[in-house]
């Protein structure tokens, strides 16, 4: 019996080594035991539903102001993984940008590349340099794929090491739960609960994107500075909390300029 256990045990070892994947751009190692291909079909069906419990925005101005900084992120994140030839990891990428007709203080990015928007982070945003600093950091969560991690930790806790063995006993919409739950859909706050690791690790990425696309990374630190004071001074104490502190976040936006500037197209 303990000769099984152990086998089971190297077994179990082999297949979290061959799960891993590595984030672009950070070259984290990530565990991977879901692949895009299975989770980005629930995406979209969820990201679906969104639209359809929700209300588009009829502002046009505003409309089109989220859906052309969306797109001008997008084209430079291809740029960016078709020159370090990482393109395939885009596979089933289906960008989608829309505004959300809501007094709720969010942004979101499923996995696949759909993007919403809330109209009540606007005011925060202030312009469209601000409302690149959340569609970069929104979408770096997408392009870490920060999802499909979570949703592998969340597995990898049950004892399950692929969605096939899921699906065997699991209902479709366990599996959509399990999905929102990764993607932070279904707490409480509608906010997205990554880790805080998760978070800094899309600040950076965020910011170096929004370079890319031709907005000033300097304006980083201020939405952030906005962010705190509209807080109030009601943010949880950053160990309690899965997001890093404001304080850190500008503390560590301001770090990283150096590095967003080699990238930034004016």
């Not at 899921?166 to 609960?193: E, F, H, R, Y």
């Not at 880790?195 to 929004?210: K, T």
Request: net charge negative; charged share 15%; hydrophobic share 40%.
């Amino acid at each position: 019996m303990i000769q099984i256990n152990k086998i089971i045990h190297f077994l179990v070892l082999i297949a979290f080594v061959w799960a891993c994947a590595t984030v672009p751009l950070t070259n984290r190692s990530q565990l991977s035991l879901v692949s895009n291909a299975e989770i980005i079909p629930l995406s979209f069906q969820n990201y679906q539903q969104v639209l359809a419990e929700g209300k588009l925005s009829t502002n046009a101005e505003q409309t089109a102001m989220v859906k052309r900084v969306g797109g001008r992120i997008q084209k430079a994140v291809e740029d960016y993984m078709a020159q370090n030839g990482l393109s395939s990891q885009l596979n089933g990428f289906e960008w989608e940008f829309n505004l959300i007709e809501e007094n709720t203080v969010n942004a979101w990015c499923m996995p696949g590349g759909k993007v919403a928007f809330y109209t009540g982070i606007l005011p925060i945003c202030k312009n469209e340099t601000g409302v690149a600093v959340v569609m970069g950091h929104e979408v770096a969560h997408a392009i870490a794929n920060h999802g499909r991690e979570r949703m592998s930790q969340q597995m990898a806790l049950n004892g399950i090491l692929s969605i096939g063995s899921v699906a065997a006993g699991t209902s479709q919409n366990q599996l959509d739960d399990m999905l929102l739950q990764a993607v932070g859909i279904a707490s409480p706050l509608g906010m997205l609960k990554f880790g805080r690791d998760q978070e800094s690790e899309a600040d950076r990425m965020g910011l170096i994107f929004m370079a890319m696309a031709g907005y000033n990374p300097a304006e980083a630190p201020q939405f952030w500075e906005r962010m705190s004071a509209q807080a109030g001074g009601s943010q949880q104490p950053e160990f309690l909390s899965t997001h890093p502190s404001s304080e850190t976040r500008i503390t560590d936006l301001n770090k990283w300029q150096a590095e967003a500037n080699k990238y930034y197209k004016k």
